[in-house]
């Protein structure tokens, strides 16, 4: 979806710097899911925000990862003291309304490597 | 019970031929179940779905099968074109968190000229 813009589009981070990834839905969209894809994997969910509110976590890594969609700006994955098993193309997507049909587009994704 | 398995990792078509790639699953809560084509350096598009209530759908070159009582998928995709040559994903999600796909490994199509 050419929508849904993220950027940077390629990240390079040594270990223990931090890393912050953006993703600006479609316009109006008020929904954003964010998915992680390690190399030669398929991708996996990680959280699904609504403006302002968490609404689940749970593929989240419970430390050094964060996300937020405030009510305005794009939303922001955050990671923390990144490692080498961070590395991984990390794409969002967005809904006008909570998905039902699992009709998800992604945007290009953003490339962390880390060194 | 969460995982889906896909196969072949990797196909070679001639042009012209059928590209078929298989998905297994376990859930039975599962009830949506799209493809995904992925470029290099790109996100994911969704190509294709199917639910439950239907065997076999079509779109255009691409038709995905599906067999309730085996919990399996499969994506074929007739007179397979060099610029099919990507990356493909099947995924399955369940009605209360439908946003939370899961992905199979992917299979990777190159189709010859």
């Known amino acids: 979806n050419a929508g849904v813009m993220q950027n940077p589009r390629h990240l390079v981070r040594r270990r223990g710097q931090e890393a912050r990834l953006r993703c600006s839905p479609v316009?109006?969209?008020?929904?954003v899911y964010w998915y992680r894809q390690l190399p030669e994997e398929g991708l996996k969910f990680m959280v699904y925000?609504?403006?302002?509110?968490?609404?689940?976590e749970s593929g989240m890594p419970k430390e050094r990862f964060s996300a937020e969609f405030p009510k305005e700006g794009p939303s922001i994955l955050r990671i923390q003291q990144v490692v080498r098993g961070d590395s991984a193309a990390y794409f969002c997507?967005?809904?006008?309304?909570?998905?039902?049909?699992?009709?998800?587009?992604f945007g290009e994704g953003s490339r962390l490597t880390v060194l | 019970q969460q995982q889906v398995k896909q196969s072949p990792q990797s196909l070679i078509v001639q042009k012209g031929g059928i590209s078929i790639i298989n998905c297994a699953y376990e859930?039975?809560?599962?009830?949506?179940f799209p493809w995904y084509q992925q470029f290099p350096g790109k996100g994911p598009a969704l190509l294709i779905a199917i639910r439950p209530d239907v065997s076999e759908k079509k779109e255009g070159r691409f038709t995905i099968s599906f067999n309730k009582s085996a919990k399996q998928f499969s994506l074929h995709i007739m007179d397979s074109q060099p610029g099919d040559s990507a990356t493909y994903f099947c995924?399955?999600?369940?009605?209360?968190?439908?946003?939370?796909?899961?992905f199979g490994s992917g299979t990777r199509l190159l189709v010859r000229p």
């Open positions: 925000l609504q403006k302002e509110n968490i609404i689940d």
């Open positions: 997507a967005s809904s006008l309304r909570a998905v039902d049909t699992g009709e998800l587009f």
């Open positions: 316009k109006g969209h008020s929904h």
């Open positions: 859930n039975t809560a599962f009830d949506y």
């Open positions: 995924a399955a999600s369940k009605g209360d968190s439908s946003y939370k796909l899961i």
